[in-house]
């Protein structure tokens, strides 16, 4: 409502940049701060919670996106939307543990990139499949297994990634770290979503539901080639 450019809009940009400086400069002296500036010295660990970042902003912001489009476009009711959800977090589940085994025996990169792959494709595929008219069972139901595979098999190991890579003695810190990382990942897709969606009409809904589901498809790549 106030424009992108709006002296609002804009002075909230440079106060978020100059409170991030600040927050930064006093995590370099302070006795027990916040962040572990020297953690990010460790290339691994920086590049996983970076990646945690730029995964969650694309697993929650495509998550709300399913719920709005059920809701909206579809007419689902909030329960008939959250059952239709419900099969990713039970497929995720089931992944999660053999990916697990297999990064032990091959290491992260090669399983990473691969649920980087396959749940950005997972995405797309609702930009291609998905339409106007309720079709659980032939456009729906694909989708969210196939988002449950490539979630099983990034976003638990992502994490491990990053805590597997610093000192023993930073573990409880390093994890606390990438835990932060997928809260402001999340709040950053949440936000980002919002804005590519806006309030469109009838007519222009599934594109603005496609832009929405093409940026968290993007997110996902990037996070698995990263």
């Known amino acids: 409502e106030w424009g992108w450019g709006s002296p609002r809009i804009v002075g909230a940009f440079v106060v978020a940049v100059v409170l991030g400086a600040l927050f930064i400069w006093r995590c370099t002296w302070h006795r027990s701060p916040i962040v572990e500036l020297s953690l990010l010295r460790i290339r691994t660990f920086s590049a996983a919670n970076a990646m945690t970042i730029v995964a969650a902003a694309g697993?929650?912001?495509?998550?709300?996106t399913n719920v709005l489009f059920l809701t909206g476009?579809?007419?689902?009711?909030?329960?008939?939307?959250?059952l239709s959800l419900t099969p990713g977090p039970f497929v995720a589940a089931a992944v999660a543990g053999p990916t697990s085994r297999l990064v032990q025996r091959i290491g992260h990169r090669p399983v990473l990139v691969a649920g980087g792959l396959i749940w950005g494709g997972a995405v797309l595929w609702f930009v291609e499949r998905v339409g106007v008219k309720p079709a659980f069972l032939s456009?729906?139901?694909?989708?969210?297994?196939?988002?449950?595979?490539?979630?099983?098999?990034?976003?638990?190991?992502?994490?491990?990634?990053?805590v597997a890579s610093a000192p023993g003695e930073s573990f409880a810190t390093a994890t606390?770290?990438?835990s932060v990382s997928r809260q402001a990942g999340a709040a950053l897709g949440v936000a980002l979503v919002v804005a590519i969606i806006g309030t469109p009409s009838p007519l222009q809904a599934l594109a603005a539901f496609d832009h929405a589901w093409t940026f968290g498809a993007v997110c996902l790549f990037i996070a698995g080639l990263g």
């Open 139 to 162: 456009e729906w139901l694909p989708g969210i297994v196939m988002l449950g595979i490539g979630a099983g098999t990034l976003f638990p190991n992502l994490s491990g990634a990053a």
């Open 176 to 178: 606390g770290l990438n």
């Open 59 to 64: 697993f929650y912001g495509y998550t709300l």
């Open 73 to 82: 476009v579809w007419r689902y009711s909030v329960l008939e939307a959250g």
